[in-house]
């Protein structure tokens, strides 16, 4: 069964309008971390934002937020103000902590998304 | 400003020829990673390492493909022949195995193998 789960494949978004990429994930651990990373056409990856498991508030970074529901189990990015800039693939990967030393992530298949001027 | 690098950027090569990649790690990172993504496949874990030493390499074909760090500044990947199904972006990235331990990827070498 899929760990994480992107459901969009792709998104349009008109500039300046706030945006939601959606982020679904499956775990039993009650300790793990949550990350989203840009790869735009030029194919660099960056990381844009982190959330724990633990942590109470949502995380935010500049225009970027992570709507956290744990309850639900979902991590959804929420772009504000979206600018040209942002037209990329998103990347939502998930880390589980009870694995002892191993570090590494599950990764979703992304979702592209595409601002429109 | 701290990054990852990789080289070569792009590489094409002959099917059989031995392709090595190389990565330097963030500078105080201790875990690194090898991905490949492909189109078809997406983002695929293939090795990592933690204090230069193996962590995980069970998403890499062994038969051909081996991944080593000589020392903390140095990761390297190298495929033995290569095929043309290798064809694909290959991925480096270093995270600091602790708080957050965000991996931070380096620019990525494109292999094509004709």
């Known amino acids: 069964a899929q760990k994480i789960t992107q459901t969009q494949p792709g998104m349009f978004v008109q500039e300046k309008e706030a945006v939601t990429l959606d982020c679904t994930y499956d775990?039993?651990?009650?300790?793990?971390?949550l990350f989203w990373y840009k790869q735009p056409s030029s194919g660099e990856m960056i990381f844009l934002i982190y959330q724990g498991s633990y942590d109470e508030q949502n995380a935010t970074e500049g225009r970027y937020s992570l709507n956290f529901q744990k309850a639900r189990k979902s991590a959804n990015l929420v772009i504000s103000a979206s600018q040209l800039g942002d037209s990329a693939m998103y990347f939502c990967?998930?880390?589980?902590?009870?694995?002892?030393?191993?570090?590494?992530?599950?990764w979703g298949l992304g979702t592209s998304l595409a601002v429109n001027p | 400003d701290a990054r990852v690098t990789q080289t070569p950027r792009h590489k094409v090569t002959e099917m059989g020829q031995e392709v090595t990649m190389r990565c330097q790690p963030i500078l105080g990172h201790n875990t690194v990673f090898w991905y490949r993504q492909t189109m078809m496949q997406g983002l695929e874990l293939l090795a990592y390492f933690r204090n230069r030493a193996p962590l995980d390499d069970s998403g890499m074909p062994k038969d051909r493909f081996s991944a080593e760090m000589p020392d903390a500044t140095l990761a390297t990947l190298k495929i033995q022949p290569s095929e043309p199904r290798d064809s694909a972006v290959y991925f480096c990235?270093?995270?600091?195995?602790?708080?957050?331990?965000?991996?931070?990827f380096g620019p990525g070498t494109r292999l094509t193998v004709l």
């Open positions: 775990t039993s651990d009650q300790s793990y971390g």
């Open positions: 990967a998930m880390r589980e902590d009870n694995a002892g030393n191993n570090r590494k992530l599950i």
């Open positions: 990235a270093s995270g600091p195995s602790q708080g957050a331990d965000t991996q931070y």
